[in-house]
């Protein structure tokens, strides 16, 4: 089940940058720049990316390790 996960997010940052590039060629495109929209878009891919990892672990993060009792041996 983590092998999915884990996975899930590097589908999820592949997606993030892949949109942010893509959109910002369109924007370059539209605007007749060469690679200022490409490089923002990349940038807010990776922002989004790694904010969005962070959600997503920030459960993990917090977990407390199980404590063991004081009745085992």
Do not use: E, H
Request: charged share 10%.
């Amino acid at each position: 089940m983590l092998a999915l996960r884990v996975t899930g997010l590097g589908w999820y940052v592949v997606a993030c940058v892949v949109v942010g590039t893509f959109g910002g060629v369109w924007l370059d495109d539209l605007a007749g720049t060469k690679g200022l929209f490409t490089l923002l878009g990349v940038l807010f891919g990776i922002v989004a990316a790694f904010y969005g990892l962070y959600k997503m672990i920030k459960p993990f993060l917090n977990r407390t390790p199980p404590s063991k009792q004081s009745g085992d041996s």
